[in-house]
């Protein structure tokens, strides 16, 4: 089973900038879709952005603009640039295939917290 390591998170003010990283323990990045999705206090997880073996991202409508995904194949990791943050921002976030995802491959992922 793929291993994946979420880094980067941290607590901002309004309007900051964070850059999250997934680092994955193979090269899947080529060959499955993979997304960044983010869990906030008592609410369920929800995916956030996704990209395609080919490159081809999509974004959630409550962060497009603001949210950037890319990928590092060579490096097996993923990144989430975050612009102008908002407090509604505030979660878990995780990252993991857009598809056919395992219950017990979960990460522990990494906290993000926007002041206002």
């Known amino acids: 089973q793929v291993q994946l390591v979420e880094s980067g998170g941290g607590s901002v003010q309004f309007g900051g900038s964070l850059t999250l990283s997934c680092v994955s323990s193979?090269?899947?990045?080529?060959?499955?879709?993979m997304a960044w999705y983010r869990q906030a206090p008592g609410k369920q997880r929800e995916l956030v952005a996704s990209?395609?073996?080919?490159?081809?991202?999509n974004y959630a409508d409550s962060v497009k603009g603001r949210f950037t995904i890319s990928r590092v194949n060579a490096r097996n990791t993923m990144y989430l640039q975050m612009t102008s943050l908002k407090p509604e921002d505030t979660a878990v976030y995780y990252c993991n295939k857009r598809f056919g995802v395992e219950s017990d491959s979960w990460g522990q992922g990494t906290q993000v917290t926007v002041s206002s």
């Open positions: 193979r090269s899947i990045f080529t060959v499955a879709s």
């Open positions: 990209i395609s073996p080919g490159g081809i991202a």
